[in-house]
């Protein structure tokens, strides 16, 4: 079974620095790959996606990912945090063709923006 | 833009009662799931939904839990008799044909 790992679970930035927050995943092949986004009290917001192809997907509010299946990581970065970033991300991963195509969560990293 | 609606946003039931939870999911989706999310922990998946049965489900979702697609258009989870563990929030979330899931803003339910 595929399992994810986001080893941070709190970091702290200070606004206008840039952010790397880390996901390692488990799987036999490559899997779908998500980033989402709660912030306090909301829903998860989908940040951007993996399926296949360019290893480097951009997605909204300025972030991106980069997918490496040597490392099995698909971090997200963000070259300068504005204090609305502060929220918890959550790294997913999906089983292509499966029936279910449910998602597998990490466990959150909660971002905090210094000001 | 389409988004998948959940209600109550709040819910607070006493333990053994039934609850209800609502949802309805993008109208061109093909599949529905519930997710759980307890206080401080992980977004868990409970079950998923496709072609008007259940495709795959967790060892969480035990007999206690049923979800029904009664008219087309709503999705909901029912638990029989809540458990004080039962507290958490209730994620529902819709997917197209090769399209990702889009998840609604949660029902939190307490149990007391």
């Known amino acids: 079974a595929q399992s994810v790992t986001q080893p941070d679970i709190h970091i702290t930035v200070s606004e206008g620095a840039s952010l790397e927050l880390r996901c390692n995943y488990s799987?036999?092949?490559?899997?779908?790959l998500f980033w989402y986004v709660q912030s306090p009290g909301q829903g998860l917001q989908l940040l951007l996606k993996?399926?296949?192809?360019?290893?480097l997907v951009q997605g909204i509010k300025g972030f991106e990912a980069e997918f490496k299946r040597s490392q099995s990581s698909f971090n997200l970065r963000k070259p300068s945090v504005h204090w609305s970033d502060a929220a918890e991300y959550f790294c997913?991963?999906?089983?292509?063709?499966?029936?279910?195509?449910?998602?597998?969560f990490g466990g959150g990293t909660r971002l905090m923006v210094k000001p | 833009e389409p988004e998948v609606t959940q209600t109550p946003s709040h819910q607070v039931t006493q333990m053994g009662q039934e609850v209800i939870l609502r949802c309805v999911p993008i109208?061109?989706?093909?599949?529905f799931y519930w997710y759980r999310q307890i206080l401080g922990q992980k977004v868990e998946f409970l079950v998923s939904?496709?072609?008007?049965?259940?495709?795959?489900k967790s060892e969480i979702f035990d007999d206690q839990f049923s979800v029904e697609r009664p008219d087309g258009s709503n999705f909901t989870l029912k638990i029989r008799s809540t458990k004080l563990e039962d507290s958490a929030m209730y994620f529902c979330?819709?997917?197209?044909?090769?399209?990702?899931?889009?998840f609604g803003q949660g029902t939190r339910l307490t149990v007391v």
């Open positions: 979330a819709s997917k197209g044909f090769r399209t990702e899931a889009f």
């Open positions: 799987y036999g092949a490559t899997p779908y």
């Open positions: 993996y399926f296949s192809g360019d290893t």
């Open positions: 997913a991963v999906g089983v292509p063709n499966n029936a279910g195509n449910m998602l597998t």
């Open positions: 109208s061109n989706h093909l599949y």
């Open positions: 939904f496709y072609n008007n049965e259940i495709s795959e």
